[in-house]
């Protein structure tokens, strides 16, 4: 299984931007669509964005659509997610998450999981 590590989590104020990275190693890295959830104290983890490993990106319409942004780089077995205009609302615990899956569609359908990196927004 491939081991991820994520990055660039911060404090930041509303309306600000940070760039969440995830490096991956163990694994064929552009043989998974890799994901990205996040969990906010008391509630449970949901689906932010996903991207396919031809680079197709999905996003959770509600909530982060046309604010973050998922990209990956197969030659540096990273993936990374932008958040722009950033709210109180967005602070959670993000993870990123790889699958073998050709479009996973649930959080049970990735097979690896990172340790998180924690996104405060003040207001």
């Known amino acids: 299984q491939v081991q991820l590590v994520e990055s660039g989590g911060g404090l930041v104020q509303a309306g600000g931007s940070l760039r969440l990275s995830c490096a991956a190693s163990?694994?064929?890295?552009?043989?998974?669509?890799m994901g990205w959830f996040r969990q906010a104290p008391g509630k449970e983890r949901e689906f932010v964005a996903r991207?396919?490993?031809?680079?197709?990106?999905?996003y959770d319409a509600d909530s982060v659509k046309g604010r973050f942004t998922i990209s990956r780089d197969n030659a540096k077995n990273t993936v990374y997610l932008q958040l722009n205009s950033l709210k109180p609302e967005d602070t959670a615990k993000y993870y990123c998450?790889?699958?073998?899956?050709?479009?996973?569609?649930?959080?049970?359908?990735?097979?690896?999981w990172g340790q998180g990196t924690q996104v405060t927004v003040s207001s």
């Open positions: 991207i396919s490993r031809s680079g197709v990106p999905t």
């Open positions: 998450a790889a699958s073998s899956s050709l479009i996973p569609k649930v959080a049970n359908d990735y097979d690896s």
């Open positions: 163990g694994g064929t890295f552009s043989y998974y669509a």
